[in-house]
């Protein structure tokens, strides 16, 4: 089996006058389809394979093995194998740690590779993948790593005259199935892995069909910095069979999902009605941005544009439905406006580039049925409302207004570079914007602009919302936990409180 996991620079002479795309194209048409079991590549069972496309063309840059219940079958025994007998679970924290730090550092030093690849998969804007999810990952498996020497139990106090003593153990769950979605792949796995890892659990990743190369990649340098055999098993295939079969799957003891609110759904269900396995849901969004006659209107502006241009919109936090005070709403459409004219759109691969294209043609074509919906419903386009002309699955930045709460365009995650605007009243209290912000099925991100502290403490009390954000939040914080309220989901990933839900715990009482 051919499976490279080149070193950025280590290439050989022959391949020298090649573009690092090339290479990657080359590496990409010479990997054999194949899952990761038990630290070997091997074509899953049926030799069913599924193509991927590059979606700024439409071509096809890679073939996949078409896993399904029989490869998941083999994947969890050799998980379940890993923890019950092997080193992993068994390593002190310190170790553990270091191989995680190790894996980090092997990343970094491939990063030019990963960002290509995910740029070229994905179509994502490299740029974006490169100062984004790259850094973003990267920081994220290190902090996840330092959990692993710092999970403890808990030793709490009897009340007085109560003889004896209690403590509890945390304990790691066992088999964890990571089920990823396409939009931010490379970040997905890397987070889930880190996370289970971490709580010394051992995995079967999914990956999504549509992007699943980086998860491939960073199978091989799970294998190359010693991560033991059977720790981490890597099934690609689709969501019907693969997924499907690790979610029903009896030996699997939590499954963390990433995805769409229909497929948590179903996901939940094959979880009650196989072995009540743990389910952390990380699920959709259609997040609510709340801008006040105060705010700063030019960083709201840019932020909210390149928030919907970043992954073409295909983001679960990205807020698309704009509420704004009537008295700045024409002068914050103008900025809006403004910023949407400087958005480069091309192949992700392209360094000019800051949008990408979508997917695929058919979650291009959902956004576009979405939006004729809402138009013929009475909603306006400001701008753009289309496809892109031509091949690879490009999207025009979108405003629409006029729209009503009862349209699609109002209460469907359309994940494509689409902003409602809707002015509300000057006079509008916190409690009547929050009602409009409120008025969705999803709770996953909220945002708000204002400078006045008062404004401020309100509307973060009164979102309903995983996560409050207010004017632009800083950098990215991937120690903060992240999830959903409402239909977005439950459980929430980074830091401890994302390590401790891969961990049991036992208490015990110790009598005299
Ligand atoms: P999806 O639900 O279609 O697929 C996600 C994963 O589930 C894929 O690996 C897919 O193969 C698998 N799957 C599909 N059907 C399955 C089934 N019946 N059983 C088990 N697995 C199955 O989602 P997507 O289209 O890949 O991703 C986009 C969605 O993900 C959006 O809704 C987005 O909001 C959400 N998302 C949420 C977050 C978050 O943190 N809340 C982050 C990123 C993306």
Redesign the pocket.
Known sequence: MTNPATHDGAAASRVDAESPLQQLRRQLHRRDPAVLIDGGWRPCVSADTITVDDPATGQVIATVAAGADADIDLAVAAARRAFRDGPWPRLPGWRRAALLHALADAIEARAGTFALLESLDAGHAIGSVRNGDLPLGLRALRDTAGWATKLAGEVPMRPAGQPGMDYFLREPIGVAGL??????PFL?VLQKLATALAASCTVVV?????APLSALWLGDLCRQVGIPDGVVNIVT????D???A??EHPDVNIVS????????R??MA?AAHSNLKRVVL????KSPVMVFADADLDRSAKAIVDEIAFKCG????AGSRVFVQRSVCDALLVRMHAAMDGIRIGPGVEETTTMGPMISAG?RQRAADIIGHSLAAGARVLRGGQARAGSGYFFEPTILTDVGADMRISRE?I?APVLNVTAFDDDASPEAVAALANDSRYG?SAKVWARDIGTVHAMVGLLESGQVIVNGGGSGAVTLP???VKQ??YGR?NGQVGVEHFTEIKAVRLGC
């Open positions: 089920i990823t979605p396409w939009n931010a997905m999914k990956p999504a069909e549509l295939g689709r969501g019907a693969a997924g499907r690790l979610a999902f990433t995805g769409s609110t229909a497929v948590g179903s996901i094959a990380e699920l959709g969004g295909q983001y679960c936090a979650q995650e994940f996953l992240f999830g959903g977005s989901g990933e």
